[in-house]
T-cell receptor, first 116, second 112 residues
Framework: GAVVSQHPSRVICKSGTSVKIECRSL??????MFWYRQFPKQSLMLMAT?????????EQGVEKDKFLINHASLTLSTLTVTSAHPEDSSFYIC????????????FGPGTRLTVL | GDSVTQMEGPVTLSEEAFLTINCTYT??????LFWYVQYPGEGLQLLLK?????DKGSNKGFEATYRKETTSFHLEKGSVQVSDSAVYFC???????????FGKGTRLHILP
């Protein structure tokens, strides 16, 4: 089956620093990748949709200058949390969709970010 | 807009009990419906899906039927195991924009 990896799985950083999270599709080409945020005991909230080679589309209320998304290749998307603050602490999950399966998104294992 | 409502948890059952987790949806079009499972410390995994009315998705003993008339997609399993303990998310995807909309999740605890 299709595999999506995320790196790092956990990161702890100081307030004011920037953190980059990578999302890779390991065995398929992902034309579209999605970034979600999950608060404890809550559902996943879609943050943005990125298509390879174009700018990401952000959901309402998500600051594009704070959450920088780059989808530079068909197998890699990155999310950079700039000037992180404690309220940015969360579980960030990416998913990827290829060209063959219209509906199915394959999810990464998630990255837990803790901002001190 | 489109939305998904599922029963609140946690749900606690004994091993071999029958499981039902209710899920209803609202959508303007004809969405695909999904159940995802999230085991402790892991990412989401697709459990089953149905793409049109009256379709039944099934996997690992779990089943759900796409009921257009009641806008429901309830998850069922005849005999649960301790290893089924996880959080279950009902979700829909509107084909027009690729987005998946998730319910809030239902935490399931199975006692040995």
């Amino acid at each position: 089956g299709a595999v999506v990896s995320q790196h790092p799985s956990r990161v702890i950083c100081k307030s004011g620093t920037s953190v980059k999270i990578e999302c890779r599709s390991l065995d398929f080409q992902a034309t579209t990748m999605f970034w979600y945020r999950q608060f404890p005991k809550q559902s996943l909230m879609l943050m943005a949709t990125s298509n390879e080679g174009s700018k990401a589309t952000y959901e309402q209320g998500v600051e594009k200058d704070k959450f920088l998304i780059n989808h530079a290749s068909l197998t890699l998307s990155t999310l950079t949390v700039t000037s992180a603050h404690p309220e940015d602490s969360s579980f960030y999950i990416c998913s990827a969709r290829g060209t063959l399966e219209f509906d199915e998104q394959f999810f990464g294992p998630g990255t837990r970010l803790t901002v001190l | 807009g489109d939305s998904v409502t599922q029963m609140e948890g946690p749900v606690t059952l004994s091993e071999e009990a029958f499981l039902t987790i209710n899920c209803t949806y609202t959508a303007t079009g004809y969405p695909s419906l999904f159940w995802y499972v999230q085991y402790p410390g892991e990412g989401l995994q697709l459990l089953l899906k149905a793409t049109k009315a009256d379709d039944k998705g099934s996997n690992k003993g779990f089943e759900a039927t796409y009921r257009k008339e009641t806008t429901s997609f309830h998850l069922e399993k005849g005999s649960v195991q301790v290893s089924d303990s996880a959080v279950y998310f009902c979700a829909l995807s509107d084909r027009s924009d690729d987005k998946i909309i998730f319910g809030k999740g239902t935490r399931l605890h199975i006692l040995p």
